[in-house]
C-alpha cells in the first residue's frame, strides 16, 4: 500500500519534471559601466531553465563589419578574466575583469541556453542561445592637478586645498572632500565645476591626514592631498601600579598624521637629563611591542628599587618626534596583603566586640526572667498542674 503510495508520487514528480522542461530565460542581465584604467569590473548574468542552462561570456570589438567576437574563459587576457559560475537550481555565472587597459573597451555578451543540440556545429541553428549584452568603456586617468600637493610645513597653521579637473570631456554632476576615507561634511558642491577648495581652518593632529578631493564624473574620479604633522603621543595612563616581581604594561598611543615610524622607551634618572634607553629584549626584563599608532613596554620580574619610576615613550615620524611619561610604582608584596590584613583585622575585632558585648549581656538577660517565672518554677517543681492554676489565679 504505502510502496504503491510512493511509486504513484514518484511518477508524478518524474512527469512534473518533463512537462516543466523549459527553455532558458534570463532573470538577470549584465550591466554597462564605466571605468577608469586598471579598474575591475563585474558583470553577472543569471538564467532559468530545465534542465539549467549552460552560460557562456564573449566579448566583441569593433564596429559590426570587421568585429572580433571571441569567447573568454578562466584565465583569458593575460589571466585578467576570472568566471565564477554555479549551477544548483539556476545558472548564475559571474565574470570578473581585472587591471582593465583601453583595449578592454567593447561589448560583452552573455549567452545561455540548455537546448541538447545546443553544441553541434552540424544541426541548422534553431534558437540555441539566448544573449544578453553589456558595454563596458575604460577611460584613462584625467588629469586632476592638486594645490598644494602636500601640506607640511611646520610654521603653517591653516590651508587651503584645491582640486582642478584639467581634462573637461567629462560631464561633472557635483563634488566633495573625504579626510581619511570619511566624507567631510557640507562638503559637497553643485555640478559643473571643475576647480574646487576645501579650507582647513586649523593645522593639528586632528586635521592632518589623507584629503581627497571627489569629482562625480561617470566613473568617478579623485585625487589626493597629504596633510602632515609631527606625531601626538600620549600615556594611556600617566600612572601605573603594580607588585614586586609581577609583571608591568605601560602604554602609549598615537594619532595624526603619519603615525610614527619609529617608537623608542626611556628610564629617566632623578635628574631631568638623565635618560637611560631601553633596548628590546637585550635582557629578560623588557619587553617592547609596537604599532605604528600604540607602542607598549613590558617590564617584568619587577623590583621594588631599581623599576620604580618615571618612564617616557616617545614617537617619531618624518615630521618629527613627541613624547610622553609615566610613573610606574611598584607595591612590596606585603603591601598587597595590606588590604587583605586589614579586612581580617577588622572581622576579628567585630567578633571580638560581639563576644565581649554577649558576655556582658548574659547575667542582666538572667536577672529579668527573675520576676516572670523561673523563681516559682524552681520553687514549685514538685507541685502537680493544679497546684499551679490555682496559685495562678489566686495572684490575678
Ligand atoms: C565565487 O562565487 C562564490 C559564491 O557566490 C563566492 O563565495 C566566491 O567568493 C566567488 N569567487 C570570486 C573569485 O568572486
Ligand atoms: C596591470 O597591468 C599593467 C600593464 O598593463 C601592469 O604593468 C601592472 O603590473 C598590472 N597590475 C596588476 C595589479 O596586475
Ligand atoms: C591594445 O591593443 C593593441 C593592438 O591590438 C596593442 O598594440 C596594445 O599593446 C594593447 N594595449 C594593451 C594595454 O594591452
Ligand atoms: C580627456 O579625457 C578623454 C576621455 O577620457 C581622453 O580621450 C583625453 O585624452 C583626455 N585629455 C587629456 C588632456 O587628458
Ligand atoms: C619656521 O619658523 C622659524 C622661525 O620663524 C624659522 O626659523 C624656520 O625656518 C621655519 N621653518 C620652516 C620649515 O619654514
Ligand atoms: C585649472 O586648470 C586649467 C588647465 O591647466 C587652467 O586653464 C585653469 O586656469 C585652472 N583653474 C584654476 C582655477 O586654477
Ligand atoms: C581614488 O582614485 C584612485 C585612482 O586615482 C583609485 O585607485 C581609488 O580607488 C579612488 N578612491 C575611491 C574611494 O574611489
Ligand atoms: C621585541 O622583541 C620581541 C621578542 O624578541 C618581539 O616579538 C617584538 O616584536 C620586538 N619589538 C620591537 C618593537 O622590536
Ligand atoms: C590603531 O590602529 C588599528 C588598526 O590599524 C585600530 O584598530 C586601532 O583602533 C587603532 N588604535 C588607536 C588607539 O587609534
Known sequence: MRRKLF?????????????????????????SQMKLIEDSAELDCEVIGNPIPEVQWWFIEGEEPIETVTQLFDGAKEDRVRINATYINHA?????????????????????SNDPDRNDLRTPPKVKWIRSQ???????????????EVVSDQNQTSATLSCNLTNTTFLVKGNYWTHNGKTIEKSESTPGKYFIEHIIKKIDYHSAGIYACFFQTEPEVNATIEVKVPPYVGAYKHSENANENDKAVLTCVSHGYPLPTDWSWYKLGENED??????????????????PNKTMLYVKDLDINADMGMYQCQG???????????????????????????????VIILITIIFIYEKRRKPDEISDDDDSGSAPLKSNAATNHKDKNVRQRNSN
Open 7 to 31: 511509486g504513484v508520487i514518484l511518477a508524478v514528480c518524474i512527469g512534473w519534471f518533463q512537462a516543466e522542461a523549459l527553455t532558458a530565460g534570463f532573470i538577470k542581465s549584465p550591466l
Open 92 to 112: 548564475t555565472s559571474t565574470l570578473i575583469l581585472t587591471n582593465l587597459t583601453l583595449n578592454d573597451t567593447g561589448v560583452y555578451e552573455c549567452r545561455a
Open 134 to 148: 553589456a558595454n563596458v568603456i575604460v577611460f584613462e586617468h584625467p588629469v586632476i592637478t592638486t594645490k598644494p
Open 274 to 291: 638623565e635618560k637611560v634607553p631601553i633596548v628590546n629584549g637585550t635582557v629578560d626584563k623588557y619587553e617592547i611591542k609596537s604599532t
Open 316 to 346: 617619531t615620524n618624518e615630521m618629527g618626534s613627541a613624547s610622553d611619561q609615566i610613573q610606574l610604582r611598584v607595591r612590596s608584596q606585603l603591601a598587597a596583603l595590606w588590604p587583605f590584613l586589614g579586612i581580617v583585622a577588622e
